[in-house]
């Protein structure tokens, strides 16, 4: 199985809501990203999980929080987004953190309203 | 700041042509990728080069690195319409290869 699954494909939030978006991969990989990608621009590395720990945080605000409950899963709770927070929230995995090739999600497409 | 700028930044060929696209990168790296994006999808990983190799192939892919220029080309052979998609290059950072910074990517349109 070399497919990493995000749910959900689409959601509209308003600016007070509460969400998260959801990554999970049965690959047994050990590394984990968050990206953010703006129409015809290249992802932007948001975080990364390295064994479950939070290696890398890309000053991103605080309205994002990750969460790696467990080496398959990658969570990022949305709150009290802006409506230039709407992109393409992209999930993706490797075997290990840095050295490999990463397998990417679909991606959630995010409308803040 | 941006690790890779690519270039050109669209492309349109017909299909059974030749496409070459090439990223120039500013720092040393340990290796560089090429992911291929189809329009609002997740990237695929078409290949990865060592910061010691200089060239390597992919079924109708070939890549090449220069450390020296700070740069690499993807070539795509023979391209078909199915090859439609952006292409982005890929590096870590010499000093922080946990990090992958993506290009700014080639559009490429193959006519039919």
Redesign the interface.
């Known amino acids: 199985d070399t497919e990493v699954t995000q749910t959900p494909k689409h959601l509209v939030m308003g600016m007070t809501n509460k969400k998260s978006l959801k990554c999970e991969q049965h690959m047994g990989h050990r590394a984990m990203y968050w990206y953010k990608q703006k129409a015809k621009k290249p992802p932007e590395l948001m975080f990364v999980y390295s064994y479950e720990k939070l290696s890398i945080n890309e000053s991103v605000p605080s309205r994002f929080s990750p969460e790696c409950p467990n080496s398959s899963l990658l969570n990022l709770h949305l709150h009290a987004l802006q409506p230039e927070d709407s992109a393409l929230y992209l999930c993706a995995s490797s075997r290990l953190a840095g050295v490999d090739e990463q397998y990417f999600g679909p991606g959630t497409r995010l409308t803040v309203t | 700041s941006?690790q890779g700028e690519e270039d050109p930044q669209a492309l349109s060929i017909q299909e059974g042509e030749n496409a070459t696209m090439n990223c120039s990168y500013k720092t040393s790296i340990?290796?560089l990728?090429w992911?291929r994006q189809n329009s609002?999808?997740?990237?695929?990983?078409l290949i990865?080069i060592r910061s010691n190799e200089r060239e390597k192939h992919s079924g109708r892919l070939r890549v090449t690195l220069d450390t020296s220029k700070k740069s690499s080309s993807l070539l795509i052979t023979a391209s078909r319409a199915a090859d439609t998609a952006s292409y982005?290059c890929a590096t870590?950072e010499d000093y922080?290869?946990?990090?992958?910074?993506?290009?700014?990517?080639t559009?490429l349109q193959v006519f039919p």
Do not use: C, E, P, S
């Not at chain 2, 609002?40 to 990983?45: A, D, E, M, S, T």
């Not at chain 2, 922080?96 to 990517?105: A, H, R």
């Open positions: 941006q340990n290796n990728q992911y609002g999808r997740g990237l695929v990983h990865l982005f870590d922080n290869t946990d990090k992958l910074i993506f290009g700014t990517g559009r």
